[in-house]
């Protein structure tokens, strides 16, 4: 049987894959689970706000800067560094012909 955390998990990513926003699907899972929802994350989603905006606050209004900053590890092949130039350049041009592609993204740390 699933816990909670996962069903409602599992629930997103439906709802997602139906074409729903992360915001539409937050309101279906917030109705249907009430304030026992037990993921938290997307809180920009929530009001609107983008990652880049909220990126730019930080770092040009706030004057903060990354202090736990994950690097590429120089033990990579070139042909490993291309493969990530590349997925970049991919995911680059999926967000420029669809502009709610990131809402559609589901990470988690399980």
């Not at 069903?7 to 699907?25: D, H, M, P, S, Y």
């Not at 993921?39 to 800067?65: A, V």
Request: charged share 30%; proline share 1%.
């Amino acid at each position: 049987m699933l816990s909670v955390q996962m069903e409602q998990q599992v629930n997103l990513k439906f709802l997602v894959k139906l074409g729903r926003t992360f915001i539409e699907a937050y309101a279906v899972l917030k109705e249907l689970y009430g304030n026992t929802i037990v993921f938290r994350g997307h809180e920009s989603s929530k009001q609107q706000l983008s990652w880049s905006s909220i990126q730019r606050t930080l770092t040009e209004d706030l004057e903060t800067k990354r202090v736990d900053a994950k690097f590429v590890p120089r033990t990579m092949t070139d042909n490993q560094k291309e493969c990530r130039v590349e997925t970049c350049r991919a995911l680059k041009q999926q967000l420029e012909t669809d502009r709610d592609f990131l809402s559609k993204v589901i990470t988690g740390d399980e």
